[in-house]
């Protein structure tokens, strides 16, 4: 009874406070209403823009307040002011390891938790939303700001988006999902035009986006300087309403890359809520005037000022008095995500880790040792509360019983001076090892623009080169946000990618070095061996204003599958210092239907006698398509943490989305019936299970047959064959051979490889141009099933 009694309380309980959330949620609402009401059409049109470069606009006599927002998106850029740029000036913020750094982890929770952490930080600093993240697809290793992205596959991206996102709005501070959408090209980005059609848009470029609002509910996101299929981002309806809101169900409001807009009249036709920053009088003047002319209805403007006010009363209700920012907190946890972060791409002989037994006298060479690169150029530059050097933290931490000797190897100031290798190898020469810290300079990766090669410093490669003909164990640590090409990777023992890993990352890299952390870093784009090999090294970064997508899906590892080529490193790749055995690949059901989808077990053991982090990663294929799709695609992945012969079951859900591709004529997902191969994997290239699964689709699909399509295709369709046999009787007979129905008519391709438009000639009249149309009209309303 006492129990009984408890319960039934703790159900009232629950009644009231869902009942007091409603009548909260009205009360804002009721209270935004009258707002809109009270403001002036002048008043809406600013509030439809920022106040100056970091805030949004209030309105004083109303009490409407404006909100702070900041950049970011791996820490906190918070400008002195609103109304200060903030380059150089701007407060210390924890400064995280960049996008690729995090990708690479592959850890949905240690992503969620940098969130957290940077959530933690906005509060402290009274900024309300931050700017970021960045789930734009890695088209190009060219693209200068890959280091800001996370991932050439879009579903990889965007759950890492989402991760991210739920990190931060769960500290009551926005998110900024951005740079929406095919933002792919830092050069001529004011203008150029991601020339791409349908199918690609939605499969690779849409997804990360759809992915995140879905799973996260950004509170903003950010329009593109771009334009998109010839319309710019900020005054897209198809982007802006029809996706966002209309199929993804987006609850909050756009904004404006910094002064990215080109038409404010069609940007609040097309569904952008805020121009940022502000720019002048002007644009506000050209709003209020399209309204007074009709050309701009009023209802809009009201719509899109209520949905801000929507969120800035939001924001203002979740402010936190008093939070602190944890600098030393926040310091070690950015060292702990880097750990996880670092990529082990070659370790030839076990020439890692270095320990006291394998190694008494150690050399570190190169300027990165000491001056290290630890993020991106550009409006995403953190100011660290405080920055850790892999020199500094090995002699104290790992030095006592190692010697440690150091070269500077090269300058960071002339990519070309190769004066000071000589110095450089006589100190390899006289060690045990060498620790060659390389990579690409700040300048070479960087917003605003784009790289035109990826080769590293010709004073870093030559180094490395170098140092291994008098130091037979050399281990190359590379410093870069994306892609490097390695001209001397058959002369190295060891290759560490390190990322730009934060203010924290040289620790990090110290304890992955000396093997106080087994890396697990992945991988998440796959290294060229040169430029040649990559997808879009003919369209980029376009010409006149024009980015043609010419390798359409074939983005990264798919391109790299479908044409064969051996890349240097694959996408989902990296090594461990102990291994990891698959086994015991189970598929719930042998043949399943898209409504049901199916599961996937797998099993993993750690085989060596370390502890140990694997990224298992699950692939499907289409074994036999109406369209031409991939080789395979990530669909699901894990990371899981295993002691030494520990083993432990990792399981997948796969559903009709993970089975779907794009039709970009019928525009809808589509899961067709068939055969499809579920592989489990280490990487993208380490195929270790598959099992086949046969689905049958239930979709019911249009025909999607217009006056174009060939007779051939209304031939095949059992329904529009009978069509054909009443309106072409006479024709068909001319194919049918004796004795045979018109059912049976063998046609010569030439002759029925035509579109409906022209049968009103060949069949010398038989049927009509209106006819023609009536059939169109007719099959509107017929479906397939895949």
Not at 292 to 313: S, Y
Request: hydrophobic letters at 40%; proline letters at 4%; a negative charge.
């Amino acid at each position: 009874m006492k129990n009984l009694l408890l319960f039934s309380i703790l159900i009232l309980s629950n009644m009231v406070l869902k009942a007091q959330t409603k009548k909260s949620d009205l009360d804002v609402n009721d209270k935004i209403d009258q707002l809109v009401s009270k403001l002036t059409l002048e008043e809406k049109a600013a509030l439809c823009s920022g106040r100056d470069d970091w805030s949004t606009q209030p309105v004083e006599r109303l009490n409407i307040p404006w909100i702070w927002v900041a950049d970011g998106p791996h820490g906190l850029r918070r400008a002195p002011a609103t109304n200060k740029a903030g380059y150089g000036d701007q407060l210390p913020a924890t400064c995280f390891p960049t996008a690729s750094a995090l990708s690479a982890t592959w850890n949905l929770d240690m992503v969620n938790k940098v969130g957290q952490a940077i959530g933690e930080e906005c509060q402290a600093q009274n900024v309300n939303v931050i700017l970021g993240p960045g789930v734009n697809i890695k088209r190009s290793v060219l693209g200068g700001r890959n280091f800001e992205f996370f991932s050439e596959d879009p579903i990889l991206s965007g759950e890492l988006g989402a991760a991210y996102i739920n990190g931060v709005q769960s500290q009551g501070v926005g998110t900024s999902l951005k740079h929406y959408t095919a933002n792919n090209v830092e050069t001529m980005r004011m203008y150029n035009n991601s020339n791409m059609d349908n199918r690609t848009l939605h499969e690779i470029y849409l997804t990360p986006f759809e992915i995140a609002v879905k799973k996260a509910q950004p509170w903003t996101i950010m329009a593109c300087y771009n334009r998109v299929q010839g319309v710019y981002g900020t005054q897209s309806p198809y982007l802006l309403t029809d996706m966002l809101k209309k199929e993804w169900g987006f609850k909050g409001i756009v904004i404006s890359d910094w002064f990215a807009v080109v038409n404010r009249v069609e940007a609040m036709k097309a569904g952008m809520h805020i121009e940022m920053p502000r720019v002048s009088g002007v644009n506000d003047s050209l709003v209020v005037e399209a309204v007074k002319n009709g050309d701009l209805d009023i209802a809009v403007v009201d719509g899109l000022v209520k949905e801000i006010l929507t969120i800035v009363f939001k924001a203002k209700a979740l402010e936190k008095e008093g939070a602190e920012l944890n600098a030393e907190k926040h310091h070690a946890y950015a060292r702990q995500v880097e750990s996880e972060a670092i990529t082990l791409l070659k370790n030839k002989n076990q020439i890692l880790p270095v320990t006291k037994e394998k190694y008494k006298r150690v050399a570190i060479i190169g300027e990165f040792a000491s001056a290290p690169r630890y993020q991106g150029n550009g409006s995403s530059e953190v100011k660290p509360t405080r920055l850790d050097k892999a020199l500094d933290i090995i002699k104290k931490e790992y030095g006592k019983d190692i010697k440690i000797s150091y070269a500077q190897g090269y300058k960071l100031s002339d990519d070309n001076d190769t004066s000071l290798i000589d110095e450089a190898k006589k100190a390899a020469a006289d060690a045990d090892i060498a620790l060659v810290f390389a990579g690409l300079p700040l300048q070479y990766e960087s917003e605003g623009i784009d790289r035109t090669h990826i080769n590293m410093p010709v004073s870093h490669n030559k180094l490395i080169s170098e140092i291994a003909k008098v130091q037979k164990n050399t281990v190359a640590v590379l410093t870069n946000g994306s892609a490097v090409t390695m001209p001397w990777i058959n002369e190295v023992d060891g290759i560490l990618e390190t990322w730009l890993g934060g203010q924290a990352g040289a620790g990090a890299v110290a304890d992955v070095l000396f093997g106080k952390i087994n890396p697990s870093g992945k991988l998440a784009e796959t290294f060229p061996v040169k430029l040649e090999d990559t997808p879009s090294f003919l369209n980029f970064p376009g010409e006149q204003g024009e980015v043609l997508y010419g390798e359409r899906i074939f983005v990264g590892y798919r391109y790299y599958d479908e044409k064969k080529i051996e890349p240097l490193f694959p996408f989902g790749f990296g090594l461990s210092y102990t291994t990891f055995e698959y086994s015991n690949l189970k598929l719930s059901a042998k043949k399943t239907t898209d409504k049901e989808g199916v599961s996937a077990t797998v099993t993993v053991k750690n085989t060596g006698d370390v502890k140990g982090k694997e990224v298992v990663q699950l692939y499907v294929t289409d074994n036999k398509s109406t369209l031409f799709r991939p080789k395979k695609e990530l669909k699901k992945f894990a990371k899981i943490d295993l002691e030494p012969g520990e083993e432990k079951e990792v399981t997948f859900k796969l559903e009709a989305r993970d089975f779907s591709c794009y039709d970009g004529k019928r525009e809808m997902w589509i899961a067709e019936s068939g055969e499809f191969t579920i592989s489990a994997a280490s990487s993208s290239r380490d195929i270790r299970l598959s099992e086949v699964v046969a689905l049958q689709s239930t979709q019911q699909v249009p025909l999607a047959f217009d006056e174009y399509t060939f007779f051939s295709e209304y031939w095949k369709n059992k329904q529009t064959r009978a069509l054909l046999m009443e309106l072409v009787p006479n024709w068909i007979k001319g194919f049918t051979g004796e004795g045979k129905s018109g059912y049976n008519a063998d046609f010569p391709g030439f002759m029925v490889d035509h579109p409906m438009i022209k049968y009103p000639y060949i069949t010398n009249g038989e049927i009509s141009h209106a006819q023609v149309m009536e059939l169109v009209e007719k099959c509107k309303g017929f479906t397939y099933n895949p």
